[in-house]
C-alpha cells in the first residue's frame, strides 16, 4: 500500500512539474503582441524570444500554432518602430469598451521596456504612432504565417 501511494505522489508531482515546465513559452519573451476579444472572440498571441518565436491563434473556426525563427533584420525593425514611435510614451485612455477585440504589447527587453494596450483606447495624439507599431508586429505575422481561408 505504501509503495503504491508513493508511485501515485510521484506521477502526481511529475504531472505538475510538466505543466508547470510548458507554461515557460508563454512566459519568457521579449516581446509580445495579443490580439483579443469581440463579439466572435479570437485570441492571436506571437511571443518573441532572441529570434525565436511563437505564433497561436483561435477563433473564426481557425485553430494555428507554429513555431518559427526572426531574422535580425525582423528584430531591428520592431526595436526601431518602438523607438521611432515613442513606445513607453504612448497614454492609453480612460474609456471603457465593450466586444472590442483589443491588442496588447509587452516589452520586455531593451529601452522600451514597458506594457500598453488599445483595451480602453489610446488617446488621439498617440494613435498614429500606436498604428505604426501594431503594424510592425502584424507584417512580422503576415511574413511568417500562411493563414487558411
Known sequence: MRIVMKKLIFTFLMIILAGC??????SDF????????????????????GNKAHYSFEGLGKNIKKD???SNDDLKNIENTLT?????????DYKKLYDNIS?????????NT????DAS????KNKEHWDKIVSAFQQ??????????
Open 121 to 124: 483606447l489610446i488617446m488621439p
Open 30 to 49: 521579449d516581446y509580445s503582441f495579443a490580439r483579443s476579444g469581440g463579439i466572435s472572440p479570437i485570441y492571436e498571441n506571437l511571443l518573441i524570444k
Open 103 to 111: 491588442v496588447e504589447i509587452n516589452v520586455k527587453k531593451g529601452d
Open 84 to 92: 521611432e514611435n515613442k513606445f513607453r510614451k504612448i497614454q492609453e
Open 114 to 117: 514597458g506594457s500598453k494596450s
Open 68 to 70: 518559427f525563427t526572426l
Open 21 to 26: 515546465n510548458s507554461q515557460k513559452k508563454y
Open 140 to 149: 512580422v505575422i503576415d511574413s511568417n504565417i500562411k493563414t487558411e481561408s
